[in-house]
């Protein structure tokens, strides 16, 4: 019998959890107090959950996110992906910290429409003492994946 024959010992089959990698506490409700009057608001950008390694957002997409063919504007999604990897990262960092975006990139998949909305889940590549990388999925309302993006952002002393 190989090692793959072996069936899986009594650790396989627990319920495998995560803990929180937030270092910072923050709720929905305080980052919109935070980011209002701000291009987040502008935006309409929601912050919607805080999981314990992700962000979801909700924007709408409506005449302030298109382009003048009447779907979102890729420059919007790079919006949505930094506000949502810069306040990822910048949660993830102990006191005494903050972060700076330091590069950005997105590919667009599909066309979302004028008067659809989105959701955004950004998620940890890489949560070092010195950058940070975070990856948003943005995805149509009907679950088609719209964009991806990453965010490299440096971690620098208060």
Known sequence: MSRLDVPPGPRAHRAMSTPPIWKKSATPESIAARAANTAI????????EIGPDYLRATMPVDSRHVQPWRVLHGGISVAVSETLGSLAAYLSVPEGFHVVGIEINANHLAAVPEGGSVTAECRPFHTGRSTQVWQTEIRRADGKLACVSRITCAVLPD
Request: proline letters at 0%; glycine letters at 12%.
């Open 41 to 48: 608001s502008l935006l309409g950008i929601t912050l919607t």
